[in-house]
């Protein structure tokens, strides 16, 4: 494979050798190969990936200074995966995470988990693949690795795996905040994966293929579907709505902010230890939303929680989605016409020493709850530099006083330190952290 290091601007371009679909692959084969294969052996499909390559059109590159799927243009579906690690082993930990960064760097351009995919093995064996996106493309595909604090030492303060004097401060447990209603089953988890993509299907063939090759070494501890992305992470990407109908993400930060970048999202040499310099911290929190509450509210009172029109995504000082907030404005009552306890005054960095977040969250629809409510929300997700200066301080406020909490119930909550990019074919998830 090439040995490439695409950086920041350079995700859309993917290394030519790596990039070869599975659409491709079953093309070159041809269907009626495709069923000869498992007696074949698979010398067929292994000839074909390493004859076609070929770019794939809507990969996004695997290897780069940073992970794949934060400043990435957001997709518009989730599959989350939070981990527990069931072995004492450190070699066989590691030696998972060098198995999932291969597998990861073929699903996201579109090939199989395994070089022998999901039909071209020997048929005594389970297939390399479980084989539902064999025909599908990448659909932008990003798969992005976090590690939870439990991780590094577990309940008892045991040093798990030899890597507890590198557990970054700000890796720090969430206090609890007023309010929440947190159940430890959607909860916390010693690894995460986060695929998104394009195509639902390929987001969920991404992590049951992390998990099938983690079988015996990590276990599923919870997992998250999300659809429709809540925020936009460039300027090309309209900002879309959440199920409350409002624009979410107006205010967020983008890939193009440069040395915000630097100064907000990305841990920088020297913040912690030196591991994670060129990663990030992943808060995620799942946010039902009373929504039959909420559709019974009237428009002002809607617009008046968020401090911002349904339509536009104005502030209520403004006229357009991007006009800046004026806080101090009064209405002909005197009060202030953005409410003290509205969610962007509460949420907004002039509260908070100028602290923002590069939101990525996506909405859930988890069925019904046998009494005719919906089992809808926010599924949260936020990247920052360090959650004690980002999430910790907005968190608190918006728990305090924030009107939207009559709607809203945090149950599932996490944080995960984000390692930086994959640089090179050598290169390994964990690498920086376990040597
Ligand atoms: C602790 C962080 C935040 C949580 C939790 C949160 C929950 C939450 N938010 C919405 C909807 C909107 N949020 C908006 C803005 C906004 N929200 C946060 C933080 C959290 N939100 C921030 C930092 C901001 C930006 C503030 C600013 O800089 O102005 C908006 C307005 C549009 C926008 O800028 O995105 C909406 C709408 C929901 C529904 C929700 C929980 C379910
Ligand atoms: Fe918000």
Known sequence: MAAQTPHQGDRSTVPAAAAVSRRRVLAATGIAGVAGL??????????????????????????????????????????????????????????????????????????????SGAVGGPAQAPPEDTGEALDLPPAQLTLTVGFGASLFRDAAGRDRFGIAAHLPPALAPLPHFPGDQLRPELSGGDLCVQACANDPQVAVHAIRNLARIGFGTVSLRWSQLGFGRTSATTRAQSTPRNLMGFKDGTANLRAEDGALLEEQLWVQPGDGPQWLAGGTYLVSRKIKMLVETWDRTSLAEQEAIFGRTKGSGAPLTGRDEFDRPDFAATGADGRPVIAPEAHVRLAHPDQHGGARMLRRGYHFVDGSDGLGRMDAGLFFLAFQRDPRRQFVPVQRALARSDVLNEYIRHVGSAVFACPPGVRDAGDHWGRTLFG
């Open 38 to 115: 498992a007696a074949a052996g698979g010398a067929v499909a292994r000839d074909a990936f390493a004859q076609d390559a070929a770019p794939a059109a809507d990969a996004v590159a695997f290897r780069g200074a940073h992970q794949a799927g934060i400043v990435t243009a957001a997709q518009d579906r989730l599959h989350f995966a939070a981990f527990d690690v069931v072995t004492r082993d450190r070699d066989h930990l590691v030696a998972l995470l060098r198995q999932w960064t291969a597998a990861a760097a073929r699903m996201t351009a579109g090939q199989a988990a395994g070089g």
